[in-house]
Structures are given as structure tokens and as C-alpha cells.
């Protein structure tokens, strides 16, 4: 008897060690594929995240005037009352939008007089979370003009997760939370935090082709009912197309292709980027960052669009560019 339960000790005590191994590893790890609540929610002065919870959004700017207006969109100098003979241009979408420089370098091409350039690009926003964030602030600014730009990596969502005193484990996102009830050291554990955000992020991903494309229409319909046209830069990813991934090939075919099905107004600026690495020049913001175009990128990125005749002819004042632009719409 006292051997079996020997044995069995050494069989717990093995196991124990083994999950607490593992449990440390991932406590351990630096990288994480999701923010908490508690993070967003934070006040002290080292918090890292711009961001605040939003429990329909899932996060989003604080819109205090430090950085973001009570429209959701970033500072700029604008009045939020439009001269009559101005085009207001809003920018939508994530982190790529939100750095701002692809927007500076199309307003450097098209010249600031006949037009407004606007930013409402989010850190971390996916399509979803673009809709549901104009429909319920940016519409405020009235623009004329709304260009999304579509980043490859937008078929995936940035989770926030909760382990909250009631006993569940909650994802937040547009759509609903997703929640389960565990025990307190199950809920607190790193390595079932991972686990499931990973489960959550394989089901979203699984839908993402078919949200984007609902998102996408959704936000068309509401930018045409409030008077603006609507355009979609397709943004490539930042490097050779032999670099890259099988998913990030996939991401590129399936955004051309929602926007050929809804026929939506869109424009690629993957020649401007070709010819960037062509001429030797780094796209990135930062090396070895292919999301985020730096200006020397966002230049060549702006050239193309311009090229595409994204506002209309470079040199044509905002509104008969817009005029012009309509027409070739029908």
C-alpha cells in the first residue's frame, strides 16, 4: 500500500512541477497576442496602451483632446464647421492609418487649400470595429470623402480579455462577448489566458473573409446615406511579393476580391510600392516592420493613389475633383 502511494505522490508531484513548469514559461514570455481590461482601464502614469475600454468596440481612443477629439478623430487644427468650398477627407482604419503617413503624403500631393484632411485610423482597429467607431463618432465631422484603408492583416481581430471576480473568462469585441466559467486559478493562469485567446482568435479568423465583406458594406451603406463617397485603399504588405506569407498572399486576393463583389470604389497601391523596393528604398516605418509605411514609403504609396486619381486629378481643385470622380463612378 505505502508503495502505490508512493508512487502515486511521485506521479502528482511530476505533474504538479510539469504545469507549473509550463504556467512559468508562458507568464515568462514577452510577447502576448492580447490587452486586458485592467490595462486599458489603467491611471497610473507608466501605462503603455493610448487606449481605453469600450464594451461594444472593445477599445478605443480617450477622446479628451490630448490626442483624440470627441469625433474620434485626431487633432488637425480644423474647425468641425466646413467652409463651403472645402473637401473633407476622412481617413479611416488601423495603426497603418492612424501614424498618419500615407495621409500626409497624399495631402502633400493634392495640397491642403481645397482640401481637409481628417484622421480617424485606430491602433488595433479591425473593419468592425472602423463601422461601429464612425457610426458612432466620426459621422460628427460631415466629410465628403471616407477612405478606408484596408490593411492585410485585417481579417483578424485584436482581443481584449477580462478575468474578471464573477468567475468568467471574457473576450470583448464588436459582435458580442465571449465568455466561460472557471475556477480562479484556471481563470488567472497564463497558459489558459493563451489557450483561449487562441481558440477565440481561430474562430474569428475562420469568419473573417465573410465579417470584413459585411462590415465593408455596411460602412459604404451608411457613408452613402450621410452624402459622402466612399474609397478603399487596399494596402499592401511591405516587402517583396516572393516574401510573402501564404496567408498574406490569401489576405490581398480576398480584400481585391469583397471589393470587386460589392463594387466598391478602391484602389491598389502595390505598383507604388514596387517601385519603391525597386529604387532601394526601405518602405518602413521601422526595419523589418512590414505593416507600417514610413515617409519615404508612404510617398511612393501616395504617388500611385494619385496616379489612380484616388481625390481625382492631382492639381484640380477638392470639389470638382470629387465631381469627377462620381461621374467615373457611374
Excluded at 178 to 189: A, D, E, F, G, K
Excluded at 274 to 282: C, E, N
Amino acid at each position: 500500500m505505502r508503495t502505490k502511494c508512493f508512487k502515486w505522490a511521485i506521479v502528482l508531484l511530476t505533474l504538479g512541477t510539469a504545469l507549473a513548469a509550463v504556467e512559468l514559461h508562458y507568464r515568462r514570455r514577452p510577447a502576448r497576442s492580447f490587452w486586458t481590461v485592467a490595462e486599458l482601464l489603467s491611471t497610473s502614469a507608466d501605462k503603455k496602451l493610448p487606449l481605453t475600454f469600450d464594451r461594444e468596440l472593445g477599445f478605443r481612443p480617450c477622446l479628451d483632446g490630448s490626442r483624440y477629439t470627441p469625433t474620434g478623430t485626431q487633432l488637425n487644427g480644423y474647425p468641425l464647421v466646413k467652409a463651403p468650398d472645402v473637401t473633407r477627407v476622412l481617413f479611416v482604419g488601423d495603426s497603418a492609418t492612424a501614424r498618419g503617413q500615407l495621409l500626409e503624403s497624399v495631402k502633400q500631393l493634392y495640397g491642403a487649400g481645397p482640401f481637409e484632411f481628417w484622421n480617424a485610423g485606430v491602433d488595433g482597429f479591425d473593419p468592425s470595429q472602423v463601422r461601429a467607431y464612425y457610426e458612432r463618432y466620426n459621422y460628427r465631422v460631415a466629410p465628403d470623402h471616407v477612405v478606408l484603408v484596408l490593411h492585410n492583416n485585417d481579417f483578424s481581430s485584436q482581443p481584449v480579455l477580462n478575468p474578471d471576480d464573477r468567475g468568467h473568462l471574457t473576450i470583448h469585441s464588436p459582435g458580442g462577448a465571449w465568455r466561460v466559467r472557471l475556477p480562479w486559478l484556471l481563470r488567472h493562469s497564463a497558459f489558459v489566458q493563451r489557450k483561449f485567446v487562441q481558440l477565440w482568435l481561430e474562430r474569428r479568423e475562420a469568419l473573417g473573409p465573410a465579417r470584413v465583406e459585411t462590415e465593408l458594406a455596411a460602412l459604404a451603406r451608411r457613408v452613402a446615406a450621410d452624402g459622402a463617397s466612399f474609397s478603399v485603399v487596399v494596402l499592401p504588405i511591405l516587402k517583396p511579393l516572393d516574401r510573402w506569407s501564404a496567408q498574406e498572399v490569401s489576405n490581398r486576393q480576398q480584400a481585391l476580391a469583397i471589393c470587386e463583389h460589392l463594387k466598391l470604389r478602391y484602389f491598389d497601391p502595390l505598383p507604388g510600392l514596387q517601385q519603391a523596393l525597386a529604387a532601394g528604398v526601405d518602405p518602413s516605418e521601422r526595419p523589418g516592420d512590414s505593416w507600417h509605411p514610413g515617409m519615404q514609403g508612404a510617398a511612393y504609396l501616395a504617388a500611385q493613389l494619385a496616379r489612380q486619381e484616388l481625390l481625382g486629378p492631382v492639381g484640380v481643385r477638392g470639389r470638382d475633383n470629387e465631381l469627377v470622380a462620381n461621374r467615373r463612378l457611374r
